[in-house]
């Protein structure tokens, strides 16, 4: 019966955060889902679109549903590492240095358009968002719990951007892309930009969802995914094993084990989001293609020939079967 009343619970709280997004942005069904599933998960998410579909926006109002500070960075090419973490300033006064924080201090983060800024400002998120503290001046500060980068780049201009480093690159838990509305979703935004500003309620606090984060990493794994999940990821490092003949004269560098870890914890967020204690095969599948696109690095001959990481994803699933769908008798017998 307790299990029945949390579970309630949590679908009922996630619905009402859910509500008070979609009062504000409209569609987006699937990014929204996949905001959700990084901060159940703990992750970070790197999103591609074009201006104007409500990637900032989304953040914001998801900071106002959740109680929780939310900061956006502007990046570009001016930009220093101190602009993000902070650094120390000496006070003439008392002759003394004091440490002021940088932006990253906060629970959601919006580093809007990341790539415009050098490889070394990118860099400078890399503790933070691997061990969620900054180190300053040999000092060591924690950020706010709980924390979630989300970065936006877009596809549409090349002219001074910067390719993200591959270490940064892995750090995010998964990479959306985000395409252009529906004519009706089109017409209901415009409506409600021209309308009277609606207002967006508290409906959770940050301890709530705290409290989430931990009943996720409870959700049910069975060990089959999880070896499905591995071999997803080894297809795309040894790819000859999995009967995908020339298939690694696309594919410079595979996935590194961090797709595999985000794999099985998304697939926990995702299930939870839909109302189950425990994963299934659906789950994992759904989540491969947000965690791969970005890590896998794609050789001149890939690129030559149009290929794109989606389609070579896609190959690798097509190789490796799904594990079967197990009886729900099974899993709650596992389970408890």
């Given at each position: 019966?307790?299990?029945?009343?949390?579970?309630?619970?949590?679908?009922?709280?996630?619905?009402?955060?859910?509500?008070?997004?979609?009062?504000?942005?409209?569609?987006?069904?699937?990014?929204?889902?996949?905001?959700?599933?990084?901060?159940?998960?703990?992750?970070?998410?790197?999103?591609?679109?074009?201006?104007?579909?409500?990637?900032?926006?989304?953040?914001?109002?998801?900071?106002?549903?959740?109680?929780?500070?939310?900061?956006?960075?502007?990046?570009?090419?001016?930009?220093?590492?101190?602009?993000?973490?902070?650094?120390?300033?000496?006070?003439?006064?008392?002759?003394?240095?004091?440490?002021?924080?940088?932006?990253?201090?906060?629970?959601?983060?919006?580093?809007?358009?990341?790539?415009?800024?050098?490889?070394?400002?990118?860099?400078?998120l890399l503790e933070v968002m691997q061990e969620y503290?900054?180190t300053i001046a040999g000092e060591t500060h924690f950020?706010?719990?709980?924390?979630?980068v989300m970065a936006t780049q877009n596809p549409i201009?090349?002219?001074?951007?910067?390719?993200?480093?591959?270490?940064?690159?892995?750090?995010?838990?998964?990479?959306?892309?985000?395409?252009?509305?529906?004519?009706?979703?089109?017409?209901?935004?415009?409506?409600?930009?021209?309308?009277?500003?609606?207002?967006?309620?508290?409906?959770?606090?940050?301890?709530?969802?705290?409290?989430?984060?931990?009943?996720?990493?409870?959700?049910?794994?069975?060990?089959?995914?999880?070896?499905?999940?591995?071999?997803?990821?080894?297809?795309?490092?040894?790819?000859?094993?999995?009967?995908?003949?020339?298939?690694?004269?696309?594919?410079?560098?595979?996935?590194?084990?961090?797709?595999?870890?985000?794999?099985?914890?998304?697939?926990?967020?995702?299930?939870?989001?839909?109302?189950?204690?425990?994963?299934?095969?659906?789950?994992?599948?759904?989540?491969?293609?947000?965690?791969?696109?970005?890590?896998?690095?794609?050789?001149?001959?890939?690129?030559?020939?149009?290929?794109?990481?989606?389609?070579?994803?896609?190959?690798?699933?097509?190789?490796?079967?799904?594990?079967?769908?197990?009886?729900?008798?099974?899993?709650?017998?596992?389970?408890?």
């Amino acid at each position: 019966m307790e299990l029945r009343e949390t579970k309630a619970e949590i679908a009922t709280l996630m619905e009402r955060i859910l509500y008070e997004v979609k009062k504000v942005v409209v569609g987006q069904d699937p990014f929204l889902e996949r905001v959700l599933v990084a901060i159940l998960a703990q992750g970070h998410l790197l999103v591609e679109g074009v201006p104007g579909l409500a990637k900032t926006l989304t953040v914001k109002t998801l900071a106002r549903a959740v109680h929780g500070t939310f900061k956006r960075i502007q990046f570009t090419p001016d930009l220093v590492p101190a602009d993000l973490v902070g650094t120390r300033i000496y006070n003439q006064k008392t002759g003394e240095f004091a440490t002021s924080l940088g932006p990253v201090f906060t629970h959601l983060l919006l580093a809007d358009e990341i790539n415009r800024a050098p490889a070394k400002v990118q860099s400078a998120l890399l503790e933070v968002m691997q061990e969620y503290q900054v180190t300053i001046a040999g000092e060591t500060h924690f950020v706010p719990q709980p924390f979630l980068v989300m970065a936006t780049q877009n596809p549409i201009e090349t002219e001074g951007t910067y390719p993200l480093p591959e270490a940064q690159v892995d750090r995010f838990m998964m990479k959306v892309l985000v395409g252009y509305p529906s004519e009706d979703e089109e017409f209901v935004i415009v409506q409600r930009v021209t309308g009277e500003p609606i207002d967006v309620a508290a409906v959770a606090t940050t301890d709530q969802l705290a409290e989430l984060q931990k009943e996720c990493r409870r959700v049910y794994v069975d060990p089959n995914y999880i070896t499905y999940a591995v071999k997803l990821v080894a297809a795309t490092r040894e790819p000859e094993r999995f009967g995908l003949k020339d298939f690694g004269r696309y594919l410079t560098y595979g996935a590194s084990p961090r797709a595999t870890i985000h794999m099985i914890e998304g697939a926990k967020a995702l299930a939870m989001l839909r109302g189950r204690n425990y994963v299934l095969p659906e789950d994992v599948m759904d989540i491969v293609p947000d965690v791969m696109r970005h890590r896998l690095v794609l050789s001149y001959e890939a690129l030559a020939e149009g290929q794109s990481p989606d389609m070579l994803i896609r190959k690798v699933m097509q190789a490796v079967r799904a594990p079967d769908r197990p009886l729900e008798t099974h899993v709650r017998v596992a389970n408890a």
